[in-house]
């Protein structure tokens, strides 16, 4: 990406047939829209479009949310309603913060962490919930539980657990 103006940047990008059809496409689907076809115009779109689609998936956020069920007492999931309020709070991003004071910022890799371990019986509240980056979430997991903590083996119906090493 290159600067040209305060709000404009060059981006040059190399797609494949596919995608280039897709653009022509789209080009001609919102020409009462773009009547010039400016590819600009499309992809801005699109990527409004994609973001809204993805901030849905990940914090549940939606213009008129609906009344939920919860999740069950003792379940891992995490309430659409608390992803939405911690997905708001964190900005989307890590909120670690070093010991000099920097907070992360992170937006890449976001993942939800419970303060409590959910091992231990943390809840998934928008208090007991903050949003860490795979590296930071990754570290806390280590620092409770240790370096390469212990991995359920699975066993099959009926079968039991294989011995110990």
Known sequence: MRPLAAARFEVRVTVSAEARENLRLAQDLLRHAVPNGDPAQIIERALKLLVAQRRRKKYAATERPRASRGTVPGSRDIAAKVRRAV????????????????????????????DEPYGIGGEGTVEHIQLLCRMHNADESERFYGHGRPVKSPTLPGKSPPPPP
């Open 87 to 114: 997905g708001l709070r964190d900005g989307g991003r890590c909120t670690f913060v070093g010991k000099g004071g920097r907070r992360c910022n992170e937006r890449g890799f976001v993942e939800f962490h419970h």
